[in-house]
Each structure stands twice: as structure tokens, then as C-alpha cells.
């Protein structure tokens, strides 16, 4: 049935683009969103092997992962260091949106921090060059978004930030990569011992209009404005899904935000 396969197509699509988000600060939808992420939908079901039963000598099969714990670790940024707000954006970079939000920043005369994922640095490393070229801070946030980085073993953990850290470099050599966020906000102690020993400090944020969720623009200026202090961290994304709501927010955001507290960079 054709309608069928297309609308079980397009809810796969739903999924996994809603999957990619930070679902951070609410802690029921943190717990509700990690399994389309942490599944690929892609993965096949593994083939029918004719093993008969499970016997002794089978080796276990993966290692399991550590629980999230419930509080988030000590030691995480959750401030920008000064009186003035940051701004955070996560995912990218993409070529649909990380131009317009550093078009907006530039006319702004604004700085922010960008959160990049390792495979789409790869990708488009022109971008990763631009974002460094036009005074902004970058951050690593993993290879591919994984929500369970920090539950992994340790070698897993600094092998992923290694390899997400050699292609910003190799998009922009010798731009200091300063921060590390994990995707999802699902931070352990074990991810926060890796990320300083490579020298990235831990970035979380304070503020958070889920805009991965696709709320319309109007929702995530009135999420932000009502959030926002002075030294507020604010998390959005330049990637992931439709930005469109995003990049309409920031548009009335960024002027905003300057005018009443100074848009700053992280220190
Ligand atoms: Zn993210």
C-alpha cells in the first residue's frame, strides 16, 4: 500500500529528526526522548543465526552502558562568566541555517559559541572555517550525537571527542576549540574527567526553548525572553531539523537580548 509506506516513511522521518535535539532541561522529555536516537532506525534487525541456545562459553556481547545519573555532575558551565547572556548553537554546522544565524550575528556585531558535531564538520568544513574567520567559539558536541557518549567506556568517549576535535581542526587549524557539550544534556562524571584531560571545559546552559521540538518562532522568543538573566547560557540549534522557527526567533532574539543584558562570549 502505497500511502502506507509513505506515511510510515515520513513518521521514521518525524522521529529521527526529533531525536537530535537537546532535550535537556526537562527531565520527563529528556527521559522520553533518548530512544530514537539511540537507535538507529537504520540498524537491521540482526539475521537469524542458528545458534540453538544460549550457551556458557558465548562471550558477553557489549559492554553495558553506566546509568545516566539523576542530578547533573558538578562542574559544568551553566553561566557565561559575565553579566551578559551567551549564545549557544548546537548541531551544526548546516549549510540551510549557519549562514543565516552568522549573517544575523554579524549585523548584530555579536559573538556566539557553536556547538558542532564532528560528521557534519566533516562535511562542510567551509563552514566550520567561516564560524572560526568570524570571531566566534567553537564546541564540541561529539561525533555524530550520541545521547549515550557519556555511558560508553572511557576509550570510547575520548576516541569520539578526539575524532570530532581532528576534523574542526582540520577545518580550521589552529582555532582553539575551547568547550564540550554532550548531546541531550545527559552528562555522566566519567565524560566530564575525559573532556579536561583534552582540555575542553563542560558547557551546559540555563536556558533552554526547546526549539528542537519545533515550536513557532513567537514560542521561543516568549520562552527565551522569560528565561533569560543576567550570565544566562541559551541553547539553540542552527541543525538537526527545521530551523525555520529558529532562525525567525533569533531575528527578533539577538537584538533583544543586546539591548537589555549585552550578548557576550563564554569565559
Ligand atoms: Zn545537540
Not at 21 to 40: E, H, M, R
Not at 123 to 146: F, K, M, T
Not at 194 to 211: C, E, F, K, M, T
Request: with cysteine.
Amino acid at each position: 500500500m502505497r500511502p502506507r509506506t509513505l506515511l510510515a516513511f515520513a513518521l521514521g522521518l518525524v522521529l529521527l529528526v526529533t531525536g537530535c535535539g537537546d532535550p535537556g532541561k526537562n527531565p520527563g522529555k529528556a527521559a522520553a526522548q533518548p530512544s530514537a536516537s539511540a537507535a538507529p532506525a537504520s540498524t537491521p534487525t540482526p539475521s537469524p543465526s542458528p545458534k540453538p541456545r544460549p550457551s556458557r562459553t558465548t562471550p558477553p556481547p557489549k559492554p553495558k552502558l553506566r546509568p545516566v545519573p539523576k542530578k547533573l555532575p558538578a562542574g559544568l558551565h551553566r553561566g557565561s562568566g559575565s553579566p551578559g547572556v551567551a549564545l549557544t548553537f548546537d548541531d551544526g554546522p548546516d549549510p540551510r541555517y549557519t549562514p543565516q544565524i552568522l549573517a544575523q550575528l554579524r549585523a548584530a556585531r555579536v559573538t556566539a559559541t557553536f556547538c558542532v558535531v564532528g560528521r557534519q564538520a566533516k562535511r562542510y568544513p567551509q563552514l566550520v572555517a567561516q564560524i572560526v574567520r568570524e570571531g566566534h567559539q567553537l564546541c564540541n558536541h561529539s561525533w555524530h550525537h550520541d545521547v549515550d557518549l557519556g555511558r560508553r567506556p572511557l576509550a570510547e568517549i575520548r576516541a569520539d571527542l578526539e575524532r570530532t576535535n581532528r576534523a574542526i581542526r582540520a577545518a580550521a587549524p589552529g582555532a582553539p576549540i575551547t568547550w564540550f557539550r554532550q548531546p541531550g544534556g545527559r552528562w555522566t562524571a566519567e565524560e566530564l574527567t575525559v573532556a579536561r584531560q583534552l582540555g575542553l571545559r563542560p558547557l551546559h546552559w540555563s536556558v533552554d526553548p526547546q526549539d528542537w521540538d519545533h515550536p513557532p518562532a513567537k514560542t521561543i522568543i516568549k520562552r527565551v525572553e522569560s528565561a533569560t538573566h543576567h550570565g544566562s547560557v541559551v541553547l539553540m540549534h542552527d541543525a538537526g531539523g527545521d530551523r525555520t522557527q529558529t532562525m525567525a526567533a533569533c531575528r527578533r532574539l539577538i537584538p533583544d537580548l543586546k539591548r537589555r543584558y549585552g550578548i557576550v562570549r563564554l569565559r
